[in-house]
């Protein structure tokens, strides 16, 4: 007859199997969020492109408020579009995006119709219902035969593989107070102006630059990713932000009345940008939904 196993020596064994589970688990979870699972790859259901994407961004408002009565009527084209990710990518089929602006304005479209996706699925509910923001890494979608999540399309692509700073600018991020959803899809033949334009968008508004006397008044964006705006400065330029969001103050406010110009910061803040304390702001965090707009004057 066999002795009895001591009771010490049982706990032991269920305390390293536990912890073993939990190293498979959090390994899993790691390798999920970080995007480094394989998805399957259903076939093409036709030549790739931007014209469903296109007909949901039509529900964008000039504001950058969207029409989710309108989207969620149109769902349909945004599915489409995001079922057309599962087959092709930079990734998969390089041949079929051979320059990075090919490749940049895939990953910038597809992390901004997940996004979108993302809100109609929830609506009304937006980025603040969703708990430690899992909204970025809670869900991952079948691109290109990789499973990704936000922030693995976020962290290891659009900054992990490219790395242009006025990306920050172009993504989505399903808040009033983020950047703006254009209206249109990024084209790679039209990309660098197109980035231009959203970072001059950014700049412009005074939710996201603001200046009173020598404080001026930053989205906490500018705190979060400061390395990558450094990164961009010409050599010699210093290490202040300021730098990078002068370049894309306009020089007048004929379009925004009320903002401010290259020449406001150049005054209040010295030819060096130096002179000036920098305070960063919380975002506004609610959707952006046109219908609860006027409420919000």
Not at 58 to 81: I, K, N, Q, T, Y
């Amino acid at each position: 007859m066999n002795a009895p196993v001591p009771s010490r020596h049982r706990a032991r064994w269920f305390a390293v199997a536990a912890l073993a589970v939990l190293v498979v688990l959090a390994v899993g979870a790691g390798l999920y969020v970080g995007g480094a699972l394989p998805a399957p790859v259903p076939p093409a259901a036709g030549p790739f492109g931007y014209t469903d994407y296109a007909q949901a961004l039509s529900h964008v408002r000039p504001s950058g408020d969207l029409d989710f009565e309108g989207l969620l009527r149109d769902r349909a084209a945004l599915e489409r579009f995001v079922a057309s990710l599962a087959a092709v990518s930079p990734h998969r089929q390089p041949e079929l995006f051979p320059s990075p602006e090919d490749g940049l304005a895939y990953w910038i479209n597809a992390y901004n119709a997940l996004v979108l996706l993302q809100l109609v699925e929830r609506y009304p509910d937006g980025v603040d219902a969703s708990w430690f923001g899992s909204f970025f890494w809670g869900h991952a979608w079948p691109v290109g035969g990789e499973r990704l999540t936000l922030y693995a399309l976020e962290q290891r692509i659009l900054f992990g593989e490219y790395a242009d700073p006025r990306v920050h600018f172009a993504l989505f991020r399903g808040t009033r107070g983020g950047p703006r959803l254009d209206g249109a899809p990024y084209q790679p033949e039209f990309l660098d102006a197109q980035l231009n334009d959203a970072s001059r968008r950014y700049m412009g508004d005074a939710r996201h630059v603001k200046l009173e006397d020598k404080t001026v008044h930053l989205a906490r964006l500018f705190q979060d990713r400061r390395q990558d705006f450094l990164a961009a400065l010409p050599e010699g330029r210093g290490g202040n932000v300021l730098q990078f969001v002068w370049a894309f103050l306009p020089d007048t406010c004929e379009e925004r009345p009320g903002c401010d110009t290259r020449g406001d910061l150049d005054r209040a803040c010295g030819p060096q940008l130096d002179r000036c304390r920098i305070d960063f702001l919380p975002e506004d965090t609610s959707l952006p939904d046109t219908a609860n707009t006027a409420a919000r004057r």
